[in-house]
């Protein structure tokens, strides 16, 4: 049997996965997986799998931060991502994280809004470089 | 439909398209899975391009690379920086361009780099306009045959295997042969007789030393001023090698879409194909013959149709391509000497042998051709040039005959002297370009038989103290002869008087 591509396996886990057979796919992709000895890409399948069902309007992401955010902020932000991508279902995890020094970084599947104060400084510092 | 409602449509639609974009300010980003030897691999960037930049930010700044390998599950890109500072993890971004380099005349004089940065010491370089490394080439109907004189200044080359502007001649030889010496005697040349054509040099993979001695005699050539040099040394990435070529071309294609003319020289097109080699087996892509990829004919391919002449629509500019190749023991029926001799429009072979026989440039008049310059050698030139390549060959070989001593009819004798005469006069020193009438007075001496008692020893002595006579006592021949067209009853008279007389004094 031909290996199958990694996005080829994601498309088929979050297709169970949104028609609500959850458990039936988790011990499918396992077997697949070990059957295959194809374990060490699990985590790599697990993000393609957050990127095809936030495809199908089920976003999961993640909010760093500096310092912890407010539920209003937070709420704001589910917003945002709404908006955006028209998804229908928002879950967001926060992360507390001194290095980004200040403002926020939300990262979903495939895409990412940077706007702190860290990311600023590397672009700066690129800018510096080349000149 | 008048322009208006095209104004208006076009304005609707950018409205409609604005507002369909639902991304806003969420950047596409795709994480490097892992990374070696000049190539990241990424996951993740769907809507990445064949050739796009990417972007990883890594903890000292952003380091570019560029999407070479599309696959389903990753993306193979190579990196334009060092891959020390890259690690699996780290976040890229989609640039949203392909590569693109400065373009313009403000980078006339100086030393660059690939992407376009000055290595010279000089300030940054600052231009109006930017170029696409990669870029079709010129389709037929926007063409035009080549027909104006690219001169070299090298008599061997402008008289036998003339170069036109819009031309890909390839110079091809052993390593130590002169092949860099006759490209940066084609490049004075420019300067000298004024042409105007702007010099666009590549180094690839060569030592910066080299490129810094060429810089400075270019300077005291007073050449500099029309050149750009786009150098990368052997301690660049592959990835700068692979690029110097193309975006240098762009450099090139700048004047050329201007209504300039200008010559690139890609010294040299061997380490170039090596780079890809490299690039390509670290990309995991099959290895063919060699252990080239199977595209290695289209890298070359690609690069030598963007020289051209533009038809008189788009300016009638145009774009003079010398690439350089480097043969192993004179093999030329090796898998990238074949394909370049393939490609370009006739090459100029240089051998070991002549070289060491004292016969510079070391021309072999068997194997070199041009095989759409004749239609572009100025009317001068032509006027003598006739029988020259061949007689030169003959001579070559009856030459080799000769040595075992046998008698030998008159006839054979007077062809092996004139061949013997012909190939002293054709002998010229580096950075020591010749014009056109001098080009053409030195071969009507020996063809037309007024040099026919100088002993070959003396024939460069006399020729100088031709050339020095013609120019004092006739001048305002010589310039006109300078200006390409056929020399008149007058000229060549002037021309056999003074080298008859010259002759006298060099007999033996």
């Known amino acids: 049997m031909a290996k199958l591509s990694r996005r080829a396996i994601a498309t088929y886990v979050a297709e169970q996965l949104t028609a609500g057979d959850s458990k039936k796919v988790v011990l499918q992709l396992a077997a697949y997986l070990v059957d295959t000895r194809r374990t060490k890409e699990l985590s790599l399948i697990i993000r393609d799998i957050q990127f095809y069902l936030s495809e199908a309007g089920a976003v999961s992401g993640v909010v760093t931060t500096a310092s912890e955010l407010t539920a209003e902020t937070k709420k704001a932000v589910e917003k945002y991502i709404k908006e955006q991508t028209g998804a229908k279902t928002v879950a967001l995890d926060s992360l507390i994280d001194p290095s980004v020094i200040g403002g926020v970084k939300v990262s979903i599947p495939g895409r990412e809004l940077d706007a702190t104060v860290s990311r600023s400084l590397t672009v700066l510092k690129t800018r510096f470089k080349k000149a | ?31 490097v899975l892992r990374v070696g030897d000049g190539v990241a691999w990424v996951r993740g960037l769907r809507n990445a391009g064949y050739n796009e930049v990417l972007q990883i930010e890594t903890e000292e700044g952003i380091v570019e690379a560029f999407a070479l390998n599309l696959m389903e599950d990753e993306i193979g890109a190579v990196l334009l920086g060092e891959d020390s500072k890259v690690k699996a993890g780290q976040t890229v971004r989609l640039k949203g361009t392909v590569l693109s380099v400065p373009v313009g005349p403000e980078l006339l004089g100086r030393v660059v780099d690939p992407l376009g940065r000055a290595i010279d010491g000089g300030p940054a370089i600052k231009t109006k306009q930017q170029g696409l490394v990669e870029r079709e080439a010129i389709g037929v109907m926007g063409r035009k045959s080549v027909h104006e004189p690219l001169m070299t200044g090298i008599s061997a080359i402008d008289v036998m295997f003339p170069i036109g502007r819009g031309q890909r001649e390839l110079i091809i030889g052993d390593r130590q042969t002169g092949k860099t010496a006759l490209a940066i005697d084609t490049m004075i040349n420019q300067g000298k007789q004024n042409t105007g054509v702007v010099n666009v040099y590549v180094a690839i993979g060569q030592k910066r030393s080299k490129i810094a001695r060429l810089v400075e005699r270019l ?85 030598l149709e963007r020289s ?41 072979f240089l051998e070991t042998d002549l070289f060491y026989q004292g016969i510079r440039p070391a021309i072999s008049a068997g194997l070199s051709v041009s095989r759409v310059g004749g239609a572009a050698q100025s009317g001068a030139i032509k006027s003598v040039s006739g029988g020259l390549k061949l007689g030169l060959s003959q001579f070559r070989e009856l030459a080799s005959f000769a040595q075992f001593g046998s008698d030998l009819d008159e006839a054979t004798k007077s062809q092996i002297e004139r061949g013997q005469r012909l190939t002293e006069l054709l002998k010229q020193h580096q950075y020591n370009p010749m014009s056109v009438w001098q080009q053409t007075a030195s071969i009507l001496s020996v063809t037309k038989g007024y040099f026919d008692k100088v002993a070959p020893a003396k024939i460069k002595a006399a020729q100088a103290a031709m050339l020095t006579r013609l120019w004092a006592d006739h001048k305002k021949d010589m310039t006109e002869l300078d200006k390409g067209g056929k020399p008149t009853e007058e000229i060549l008279k002037s021309i056999e008087v003074t080298a008859t007389a010259t002759a006298k004094g060099f007999e033996g």
């Open chain 2, 308 to 348: 051209a002449k533009l038809s008189d629509d788009l300016g009638a500019g145009s774009l003079t391509a010398l690439p350089i190749i480097e043969t192993q023991a004179g093999d030329i029926s090796a898998y990238i000497p074949t394909n370049v001799i393939s490609i370009t429009d006739g090459q100029i």
């Open chain 2, 1 to 31: 439909m008048s322009e208006l409602s095209i104004t208006e449509l076009s304005n609707d639609l950018r409205n409609a398209i604005a507002k369909l974009e639902t991304t806003g300010n969420l950047d596409e980003v795709g994480v």
């Open chain 2, 219 to 303: 300077k005291q050539e007073g050449v500099m001023d029309q050149t750009i040099i786009v150098a990368t040394s052997p301690a660049d990435p592959a990835s700068l090698l692979y690029l110097a070529p193309y975006a240098a071309t762009a450099m090139g294609e700048y004047f050329r879409d201007n209504s300039q003319h200008a010559l690139m020289i890609y010294d040299d097109l061997t380490k170039h194909a090596v780079a890809y080699r490299q690039m390509s087996l670290l990309l995991r892509r099959p290895p063919g013959r060699e252990a080239y990829p199977g595209d290695v004919f289209y890298l070359h391919s690609r690069l």
